[in-house]
């Protein structure tokens, strides 16, 4: 195996401590640090690896250092090729840097805030300008065999220790649950993971006490789904957050892997209510899903009861103020107003914002056309949630899941106008979503409010001037990893594979590549330029 380090700290002053983050390529390997050709021996421990740490007598923040891979025998198997510098003089210690990579931190070009933030107070291990790195340990066989059955739906979750390290954070669980988690990407080699803390033992990772590393397998830049919680946090809706992380079980490479936080209690107790200890008890939330017997969730009346719904595609996860054994109840009475509303009818703006956050469901909806999302509400009835908020007394709309999105999937007809957009799939019998029929195409004054947050969102951060610059940073920062991850052999998994490559990584900016058929920047330009012929402009 290759070594992975993660330079970590290193400490100066009239000593200095260094440190990296390392994964030896063999157990007998270690890591050290190189000042004015001095080699100094870093260690590790079961508490801290694969962190490496030493303190090193007369080095100050003047000093240049390199990292370095030693074997048994003292002699240096690998190294840095360049110089690492403190950018501040009067630092004492190093930040945890990771072996063989030359930045640590990106400072990201700013996007354009469109509508009023709605975003979370920043957290330490979600932080967008890192690159984390998560050490996970399992029994290997357990672990083996979780990864060789992915599609077993009745596997319980195994255990495992976690430990995070970014460049000033480092947070260890000793167990933790782990398992697989996604639908369509279990089909992969590459998986994607659900990581469960325990809550009950005070383990809440900086209040994210579920997270999930997605594998981001369709996308060859592996960031589109980043740029669309970016953009979401521009225009104002109420989304999960992403950072990068390298993921490494048993000291093994696993894979490059955006980590986010699941849609459950303690999303919408820091998101939807940031932070604030009213209400008492959470209202009711429901996830809404496509993927069994091409049931989608269209919101469509269905019947009175519970059992009128299936289950999987209407899943009640939180309770709030339904009966016990009629969990549907408060949902179904929104499906009944909506199947009673007359579009044609005025004051459907007033109608329909005492019952939802309209705003909030506009400017998804306006996301998940601009960004040709075909797995989402609009296209697909798939990957959202509904929040009945009980501080507003109104359901909130929550989209998620945003790896299908400019071209990714390169379905052909979702490059059009949005009138047009999906519009072959509503009309199938029975398949109608009738919170875009009735409110977005049918109703005037909503149409209208639609069309003006739309145009609003493409001349303010829609297009090339306010992304372009943020997407060439991303580009940049995490291009090593993406090479990473496309390097693993991941051939004795089950499952598909992609085949990208880091060419495609490039090329999937600025062009087509297999299976998607628009770079994000020219699908971008083609919104930008097509949207303000398509609203009238009133
Ligand atoms: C560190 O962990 C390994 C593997 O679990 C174990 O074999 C070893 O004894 C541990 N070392 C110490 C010092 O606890
Ligand atoms: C030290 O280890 C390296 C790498 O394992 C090996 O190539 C080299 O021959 C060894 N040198 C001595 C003096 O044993
Ligand atoms: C993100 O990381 C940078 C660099 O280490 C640090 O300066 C900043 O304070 C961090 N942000 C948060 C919210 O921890
Ligand atoms: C609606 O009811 C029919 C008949 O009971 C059922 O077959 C179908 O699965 C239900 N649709 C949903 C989305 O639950």
Redesign the pocket.
């Known amino acids: 195996m290759r070594p992975y380090l993660i330079p970590g700290l290193l400490v100066l002053a009239s000593s200095a401590l260094a440190g990296v983050v390392g994964f030896p390529d063999s157990a007998t390997d270690t890591f050290a640090v190189v000042i004015n050709k001095v080699i100094t021996p870093l260690t590790t421990t079961n508490e801290t690896f694969p962190l490496w740490s030493g303190t090193v007598a007369g080095a100050h923040a003047y000093s240049g250092y390199r990292y370095v891979m030693l074997?048994?025998?003292?002699?240096v198997?690998k190294k840095e090729s360049f110089l690492r510098v403190f950018t501040d003089k009067k630092a004492t210690s190093t930040s945890n840097e990771f072996f063989l990579r030359e930045v640590t931190q990106t400072t990201l070009p700013s996007i354009p805030q469109v509508y009023d933030s709605v975003r979370p107070a920043p957290s330490r291990a979600f932080n967008e300008s890192l690159i984390g790195t998560i050490h996970l340990t399992a029994d290997p066989a357990t672990f083996a065999d979780m990864v060789a059955h992915p599609l077993d739906d009745d596997r319980k979750a195994i255990k495992a220790s976690f430990r995070f390290i970014n460049a000033d954070t480092t947070y260890s669980a000793a167990e933790v649950k782990l398992k697989v988690s996604g639908h369509g990407s279990r089909e992969f080699k590459k998986l994607s993971l659900r990581v469960k803390f325990d809550e009950d033992k005070g383990e809440t990772f900086f209040d994210r006490p579920i997270i999930k590393l997605r594998s981001e397998t369709s996308d060859p830049t592996m960031f589109r789904e980043k740029l669309y919680f970016d953009i979401l946090d521009s225009i104002g809706v109420k989304t999960t957050q992403g950072a990068w992380v390298r993921v490494y079980v048993n000291g093994q490479p696993f894979g490059f892997h955006l980590m986010v936080q699941d849609i459950e209690d303690p999303f919408l107790r820091g998101t939807v209510h940031l932070g604030s200890s009213q209400p008492k008890e959470l209202g009711s939330l429901y996830q809404m899903g496509s993927h069994v017997l091409g049931l989608e969730a269209t919101l469509q009346y269905n019947g009175s009861l519970t059992a009128d719904y299936n289950p999987e595609i209407y899943s009640n996860q939180i309770l709030g103020d339904n009966p016990k054994k009629e969990p549907m109840t408060q949902l179904i009475s929104f499906f009944k107003d909506l199947q009673e509303y007359d579009p044609t009818m005025s004051g459907g703006i007033k109608f329909w914002n005492s019952r939802l956050d309209l705003d909030g469901y506009l400017r998804a909806m306006a996301m998940e056309y601009l960004t040709g999302n075909w797995d989402a509400y609009w296209w697909k009835g798939n990957n959202y949630f509904m929040y009945y908020n009980p501080i507003e007394a109104r359901w909130l709309f929550l989209p998620t899941d945003f790896d299908s999105t400019f071209s990714d999937g390169g379905l052909a007809d979702v490059l059009t106008t949005y009138k047009n957009f999906a519009a072959k799939r509503l009309a199938r019998k029975g398949k109608d979503h009738p919170l875009i029929t009735k409110l977005i195409y049918k109703n005037k004054d909503i149409n209208a409010r639609f069309e003006n947050i739309l145009l609003t969102i493409v001349k303010k951060v829609f297009n090339t001037k306010a992304l372009e610059a943020r997407i060439n940073a991303y580009e940049t920062m995490i291009q090593d990893e993406v090479k990473w991850d496309y390097s693993l052999d991941r051939s004795k998994n089950p499952g598909k594979t992609t085949g990208f490559t880091i060419t495609d990584f490039h090329k999937s900016i600025t062009g087509g590549v297999k299976g998607v058929n628009i770079g994000i920047k020219p699908w971008i330009k083609d919104r930008e330029t097509s949207v303000p012929t398509q609203v009238s402009t009133a």
């Open positions: 074997s048994a025998n003292g002699t198997v």
